[in-house]
């Protein structure tokens, strides 16, 4: 008798036994088929998602951002050109006495120049008298209008990178501080931070700032570090805008290794966990014939976590590599054992 017409006169619980068994009888045939298809589909929907996750990224940091980052470099630029004097101060002396010293400066400033006759005012040499503090890997500056800016200079293993600026403004030196104007990265919570921190402790929110930001450009620069060095060995690569979410393969192994790793907080450099799976390959001499059948059952390597948990990304994946072969031997020799 045909199928149809077995499936067509058997009860409802009879017909889904029929279609389990006959499915059953299927995929032993079609599994490697159907996984590697399932594979291949999200492999390829997942650079669709970083295709666009890129194009988004670039569309937010342009136009109006690009703007705003030219006219700020420009005026801070102008800043240090014409400063007389830069001040280096250690964390003792950069406490709340002068941050209120600079903001009583800057209104004094501003509200001389509403007094006189703004055709009088030499706009050079009043501008040229102002001082700028240097607080570590920042610079304070006294701008135009009652304004305070800040300049944040980022560095990655003792070389420069990106400059940004911070632009803060009271009605008066008794009102709060806020943020107006400011190049961070669109995806960095400086909303957030000023919330939290600045009319509380504007010290600690200009010094919070400074810890984000330069733990942003750390892991970034991590990331292009092993991309840089061992992109041949590396498959897929995701990460999160901030970098506090990274994910990679490896491929040229008897193992397909994942490697994922988050950071907790935006200021740390050092993932708060680390997870790094070997998933066997079917096509590995040591696998049976039964386990390739099988669903694969990932392992986890330890020392790969510990040690992307306490050394740099690169310092972590080169002893990773260097340590995987005899892992993955041991492992396959445990699961022979078992």
Known sequence: MDLSVTLALSSPTEHGEQLRRRQH??????????????LETTRARLLGVLKRHEDLKERLSRDSDKLIFERLQKEFEAARVAQTEEISI??????????????EKVHIEAERKAMVNPG????????????????????????????IGIQYETFFAGEPC???????????????MTVIQHTLPFFLPIREVETE??????????????EILQSYIDRREQVRLIKELYGNQIGELFHSLPYTLIEF?????????TVSIRY?????????????????????????????RAQPVPSRLSYA??????LSLPEAYAEIVLELPRALKQMFYSQESD
């Open 25 to 38: 009888s299927l995929s032993e045939l079609t599994y490697s088929r159907d996984d590697d298809a399932k």
């Open 90 to 103: 250690d964390d003792e002396q950069w406490n709340d006495g002068l941050l209120a010293t600079i903001r």
């Open 120 to 147: 009088n005012v030499p706009t050079d040499s009043e501008f040229q008298s102002r001082t700028t503090y240097r607080i570590r890997n920042k610079v304070i500056y006294c701008l135009d209008g009652a304004r």
């Open 162 to 176: 990106e400059i940004y600026h911070c632009v803060l403004e009271s009605k008066s030196f008794l009102e709060k």
């Open 197 to 210: 921190h600045l009319s509380s402790n504007a010290i600690k929110f200009i010094d919070h700032l400074e």
């Open 249 to 257: 393969t490896l491929e040229d192994f008897e193992c397909k290794v």
């Open 264 to 292: 907790s907080d935006l200021i740390l450099t050092l993932p708060s966990q680390a997870r790094v799976l070997a998933w066997p390959l079917r096509s590995a001499k040591r696998i049976s014939t039964a386990d390739r």
């Open 305 to 310: 976590e510990n040690a992307l948990k306490t």
